[in-house]
């Protein structure tokens, strides 16, 4: 039985010797079954724009401020995980989970809270979606893929060789009147997030 230091003390290493004695045989098929993202119809509602007009700032996470004539939030990721499961209505934050951004633009009003650059997968599987080169472009496309999205001023991501090679979980099931949810979370909640939004406003606050 291999030991971290037969692997070189290399954890992504170890990580990939493990998922190589299991079904998924490698990294990119374990990223491809185990990462789930919102489903089409629920991005939709959204026209893949941000809900929250919010970036991340850990240090002043709470604060607004208005920016170009616009007031925004900073928070840590918190706004964006709260986007995730208030829009799929997933009533508690599931455990060893972790929400993962696919393109890493923290200061991009119009991503950071988008249901279509965010997605979930286990915690220990998480830190492939920000430093492994593969997972990412493989993510890239699959939102591509997905919601017909990439951020402004980046052009569409090229299709990796494996993709269609890989077999991808399904989304989460669609939800009917996003808006209207995300109303009902923000009526019954008083936390960082609701009261960021009460003073910035939000992409569907109208609907």
């Known amino acids: ?35 789930i993202f919102s489903h089409p119809d629920t991005v939709a509602q959204t026209g893949a724009r941000a809900l929250f007009p919010i970036v991340r700032d850990a240090r002043r996470r709470g604060e607004t401020e208005e920016r170009e004539g616009r007031i925004i939030g900073f928070d840590d990721n918190k706004a964006p995980t709260d986007a995730f499961l208030w829009a799929n209505e997933i009533k508690r934050r599931p455990q060893d989970l972790q929400f993962n951004h696919v393109y890493a633009l923290s200061d991009d009003v119009e991503c950071y809270t988008n249901l279509a650059n965010l997605c979930v997968s286990p915690a220990f599987l998480a830190k492939l979606t920000d430093t492994n080169p593969e997972i990412t472009e493989l993510l890239k496309f699959r939102v591509f893929d997905l919601y017909g999205w990439y951020p402004d001023g980046t052009r569409p991501p090229n299709q990796p060789d494996r993709y269609t090679k890989l077999e991808w979980s399904d989304t989460l099931p669609v939800i009917r009147g996003v808006g209207a949810v995300v109303s009902d979370q923000l009526a019954r909640r008083s936390d960082r997030t609701a009261r960021m939004i009460s003073v910035t406003g939000w992409l569907l606050s109208e609907s």
């Open 1 to 35: 039985m291999k030991t971290l230091s037969d692997y070189g003390l290399d954890g992504r290493e170890a990580l990939a010797g493990v998922i190589r004695q299991t079904a998924y045989r490698d990294l990119a098929q374990a990223v491809a079954s185990l990462t």
